[in-house]
Every structure is written in structure tokens, then in C-alpha cells.
Nanobody, 117 residues
Framework: QVQVVESGGGLVQAGGSLRLSCSAS????????MAWFRQAPGKDHEFVAR???????SYGDSVKGRFTVSRDGAKNTMSLQMNSLKPEDTAVYYC???????????WGQGTQVTVSS
């Protein structure tokens, strides 16, 4: 059974930075893709960023140029460096893993990020 755990959320002022981390362990992950999603109160899940096994990345339009995703495949960890944070970035951030099956099968419990104005 794969376990996904996020860490690093918190409260920060607008314009500040936070770094989130995600670790995946257990099971058989193969050449997996890891991604970040977020959900603000009253809104749908929003794609934030993804990083493939090869290191290829993509970002949601609202975070391009401000957020950077990276991973350490040897340690099954992924990080999200968030800079120039805005109040609209406030949300619960979720880490998700696609174990090369075309869908995000494993999800973490989420970590709260709050950006004050």
C-alpha cells in the first residue's frame, strides 16, 4: 500500500515564500508521476504542478513563474517551492501520485497553506 504524506504548510504574509514537501512510500510505484493539487474553500480541485519520472514539469496558469516543483527520485520525495505568494493561493494543498497508470491513484491528506494580505 502506497502512503503519501505532505508537510510544510503554514501561515505566511503576501509576497512571502513557503516550501512544501511530499514523500511516497510502500507499494510498487514504478516510473511514477507526482503532482500537486489544491482546493480552496468552496472551489473545485485545481491543478498546481506536476513532475514526471524523467523530470519533465508542467504548471497551472495561476502559479507559473512563481512556483517550482522538483523531486528526488532516489528518496521518492517531491518539493514545491512557492514564492511571491498571494492571498488567492490560500488552500489545502494535496500531493498525488500516478504510478504510471494514467490517473492519480494515491493522495495525501493535504496540508493547509494560508496567505494573509
Amino acid at each position: 500500500q502506497v502512503q503519501v504524506v505532505e508537510s510544510g504548510g503554514g501561515l505566511v504574509q503576501a509576497g512571502g515564500s513557503l516550501r512544501l514537501s511530499c514523500s511516497a512510500s510502500g507499494g510498487t510505484l514504478g516510473t511514477y508521476t507526482m503532482a500537486w493539487f489544491r482546493q480552496a474553500p468552496g472551489k473545485d480541485h485545481e491543478f498546481v504542478a506536476r513532475i514526471g519520472w524523467s523530470g519533465s514539469t508542467s504548471y497551472g496558469d495561476s502559479v507559473k513563474g512563481r512556483f517550482t516543483v522538483s523531486r528526488d527520485g532516489a528518496k521518492n520525495t517531491m518539493s514545491l517551492q512557492m514564492n511571491s505568494l498571494k492571498p488567492e493561493d490560500t488552500a489545502v494543498y494535496y500531493c498525488a501520485v500516478d504510478p504510471a497508470v494514467g490517473r492519480y491513484t494515491y493522495w495525501g491528506q493535504g496540508t493547509q497553506v494560508t496567505v494573509s494580505s
